[in-house]
């Protein structure tokens, strides 16, 4: 299982990253929040782009904006291996700004938030490297994990099926020693505050990395 670790809930984010290089987690996940899509804003383009230089790890980039273009270009020289947008704002441009994330040689795809459904995703699964499954409610960290994900899951699984393409599948939010379990065909989770709260970050990383399918 690959693990991307969110900084999001951490005060002191320089501290969590550098002990995350010390770490196995796979990828660095960067909640980015405009304040529109979300209600709170997070991080800036700057802070981003500083994060980038002392990380080790490469970047998972997470955009929780309403206009994914601007943030795309700023953030496409922040060492990305993935960069994710949200569908609920793609609207008709969103193969152009697939298109535009992959022009920066970025694996590029959508996140999906738990009240819309999956089946819009199908316009768009052949054209995406990775798809985020929220687990929460896109704009904090710390939030209890939706019981309806698994389910989602689930459809989201036999619409790749359908279409005989197998992009990465990832979810995020409210993933802890129990929830990890629900969604174990995954191939990457996300966790936030179960690694950063804790004291051992590479004991919980090591938990979710040796989930068995
Ligand atoms: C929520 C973010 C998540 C969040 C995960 O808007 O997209 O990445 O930070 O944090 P936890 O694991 O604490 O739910
Ligand atoms: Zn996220």
Redesign the pocket.
Known sequence: MLVSV?I??CNNKEAAVRNLNFSSADYL?I?F?DGKF?KKKSLKIKEIREISKYSVKKLDV?L?VTKPKKYIKKLAEVNASYMTFHIEAGGKKTKDYLNLIKSYEIKAGLAISPNTSIDILEEYIEDVDIILL?S????????EFLEETPKRLQELKTLCQEHNVSPLISV????NDKTMNLVKDVDMI?????VTKSKEYEQNIQSIKNITK
């Open positions: 969110s999001l809930s996940h909640d929040m979300t997470h929780m929220m929460v409610h896109p704009g904090a960290g710390g939030q995020d939010g409210g993933i996300v966790a936030g505050s179960y």
